[in-house]
Nanobody, 129 residues
C-alpha cells in the first residue's frame, strides 16, 4: 500500500483547507485510515481516524468541531476537511493506514501512530495569524 497525501498549503487563520490521501492497490477498504500531524520541535500527534465503512470517526480534542474526516472507498481516498484553522494547526500532516477486521468500528489503538502499517509522505499546512 502506498499513500500519497496532498492539499496542504499556506492559509490565513480562520481559513479552510482540504487534505486528500490517495491509496494505491485494492485493499483500501480493508484499512482504518488516520491523520496525524507533527509540528516543529513536537512529537507526532493523532488528529482523526475513520473506520473502514466510514461510519465511525474520532478526533483529537484540539480539532473537534473544526475538522472532518471522510473517505471514499470507490476512489481509494481519505479526506480531512479543516475549517476555522488556527496558527497552532501548523504542522506536517500525515495520512496512515491500519489493517482492521472490523468494518464498522474503530478498534483499540487507532490513536497510536505505531499501530498503523502504512504512512504517506506528509503535506505541509501553514496557518498564518
Amino acid at each position: 500500500v502506498q499513500l500519497q497525501a496532498s492539499g496542504g498549503g499556506l492559509v490565513q487563520a480562520g481559513g479552510s483547507l482540504r487534505l486528500s490521501c490517495a491509496s494505491s492497490g485494492r485493499t483500501f477498504s480493508s484499512h482504518v485510515m488516520g491523520w496525524f500531524r507533527q509540528a516543529p520541535g513536537k512529537e507526532r500527534e493523532f488528529v482523526a481516524a475513520i473506520s473502514r465503512s466510514g461510519g465511525s470517526t474520532d478526533y483529537a480534542d484540539s480539532v473537534k468541531g473544526r475538522f472532518t474526516i471522510s473517505r471514499d472507498n470507490a476512489k481509494n481516498t481519505v479526506y480531512l476537511q479543516m475549517n476555522s484553522l488556527k496558527p497552532e494547526d501548523t504542522a506536517v500532516y500525515y495520512c496512515a493506514a491500519r489493517q482492521s477486521m472490523s468494518w464498522t468500528h474503530l478498534t483499540t489503538g487507532f490513536t497510536t501512530g505505531h499501530r498503523y502499517d502504512y504512512w504517506g509522505q506528509g503535506t505541509q499546512v501553514t496557518v498564518s495569524s
